[in-house]
């Protein structure tokens, strides 16, 4: 009698331990999403997500086939899986995309929406190798008319006027509603991480860190060829990064450096990444007022890339400082190396305009560049490293160590005469300045230029000078 009290004693506490263990995955179908391609799950999706982080934490998974969804935000503790096989993907309807933490880039185009978003968390990550998906070709000017008859609705436009800067000095002054979700929005958070993840065809940017802190990036891939203005990963005013083994295939700036607040873009370090873009590779700028220090871009590939294999710019107040970039090889790329501190002064989010920044200690080495045939360049003809300040902010210490450039020449005796203009407020980019009279480096405007092992070889004629030093070491 006393053994099968005990026995059934023992059942109650082992039942009752089971009964009391956390639970830690939710899966979304638990709560109604449907993985069908057609139904919009974002209630479901979020309600997982909440419940996720109400519990105290955990995962919440996709898994199965193609899940629709409009906007969801993240909450601290919550892991989002997307499992192999499995695609979350972007509603075509804008009106599911409300408006989150709003500004006014440097195009003058209002920013806000987005697919995936964190705001003000902690301890968040999108893990697995499954797919998210903006379907950003959706979110055309025709495609978004075309949508919405089809549905019937009418576009719900946020007021942005209070975003606008009074001296703004957007491209073209041109400020407008874009009406395109970025894909990943990271903003205020802290300990944020993307692990194995494939990210597709947003309709603006891919993934977006503002004022972050303690985030990383590993082993992502990304495809982003739907829209226009289409980043890959851009690091706004965040700290204490690592972006490593990523795989980017971009229309737009493939790793930008950017800070659309005057806080810094700081302590961050690349590495092992293979990178293709139709504008820039690893580029710092043009949003520019808050500082870019301590960084670190080591042993990568960039290939194909039209805009630019490195642009270090500096336009807004920003003040560059302490950057290493090296063990860097470039493919069939437009200019390997452009840098430029200018004075165009654009404000951000309402606050002051800064005064004009800097950049200093910027070591590049160990770089082998190939650039593309004068066929393929939009810049004709091209330079390998174009450098300048302005005559009242001239550039500080920049040091290039083992450096070996094949350029495609085809400079001519007129080439060789090109005066290239100030144009301090200008949108900084190589092509609004146009062609150089060096074929290897032009350089402008520099306190302390240093160079060590540094070589280039033409496959044709060039009748320019390999090098242009004007105000340089002065």
């Keep these: ?41 974002t209630e479901a999706i979020q309600s997982a997500i909440d419940a996720c982080n109400e519990a105290g934490g955990g995962t919440v998974t996709l898994d199965g086939e193609t899940f629709i969804s409009g906007t969801l935000l993240l909450k601290s503790n919550v892991t989002l899986n997307v499992t192999e096989n ?66 019937g609705i009418e576009i719900i436009k946020p007021d942005f006027s209070n975003l606008i800067a009074k001296d703004n000095k957007y491209v073209n002054n041109n400020i407008r509603y874009s009406n395109r979700p970025f894909l ?32 990383e990036v590993d082993g992502v891939d ?22 490593k083994n990523v795989t980017i295939d971009s229309g737009d700036d493939a790793i930008c450096f950017k800070s659309t607040s005057p806080k810094p873009s700081s302590d961050v370090e690349v590495y092992d990444c293979k990178l293709k873009s139709h504008w820039g590779a690893i580029k710092f700028g043009t949003e520019s007022m808050g500082d870019f220090k301590n960084i670190t871009i080591r042993d990568c590939f960039i290939h194909d890339t039209r805009g630019g294999g490195i642009k270090i710019l500096s336009v807004d ?13 470039m493919e069939n790329v437009e200019m390997p190396i452009f840098i430029r501190l200018g004075e165009r002064g654009l404000t951000y989010r309402g606050v002051p305009k800064k005064p004009v920044g800097s950049i200093n200690n910027v070591t590049i080495k160990n770089i082998k560049a190939t650039v593309s045939s004068l066929d393929k360049l939009r810049l004709k003809p091209t330079t390998g490293f ?44 190589f092509i609004h300045l146009g062609a150089t009279p060096a074929y290897g480096v032009y350089a402008r405007h520099v306190e302390q230029l240093e160079t060590n092992n540094v070589v280039f070889h033409l496959n044709t004629e060039d009748k320019r000078q390999e090098t242009v030093l004007i105000d340089v070491n002065k």
């Design 86 to 151: 499995t695609v979350l993907l972007g509603s075509i309807n804008p009106n599911d995309y409300p408006v989150v933490d709003p500004f006014i880039d440097a195009t003058g185009q209002f920013r806000g929406q987005c697919f995936i978003g964190a705001i003000d968390v902690e301890n968040v990550a999108i893990t697995g190798k499954g797919t998210i998906n903006g379907q950003g070709e959706m979110f055309t000017p025709k495609n978004v008319k075309e949508t919405i008859k089809k549905l």
């Design 1 to 41: 009698m006393m053994k099968s009290k005990s026995k059934l004693l023992l059942s109650f506490i082992i039942i009752a331990l089971f009964s009391c263990e956390r639970k830690t995955v939710w899966d979304v179908r638990e709560f109604g999403a449907i993985d069908d391609n057609k139904t919009i799950n």
């Design 317 to 329: 107040g920003a003040n560059i400082d302490n950057v290493l970039i090296e063990n860097i090889t």
């Design 386 to 429: 174009f450098f300048t300040g302005t005559p009242n902010h001239k550039i500080g210490r920049i040091t290039f160590e083992n450096i070996d450039v094949t350029l495609p020449g085809g400079g001519t005796d007129d080439d060789g005469k090109i005066e290239v203009p100030e144009n301090e407020t200008q949108y900084p980019e």
């Design 222 to 243: 990304i495809h982003s060829h739907a829209n226009r203005n289409n980043d890959a990963i851009d690091i706004d005013s965040s700290t204490n990064g690592v972006i």
């Design 184 to 215: 990943v929005r990271m903003v205020r958070s802290k300990n944020v991480k993307l692990k194995d993840i494939h990210l597709r065809q947003p309709a603006a940017w891919t993934l977006h860190f503002f004022q972050c802190n303690n985030f």
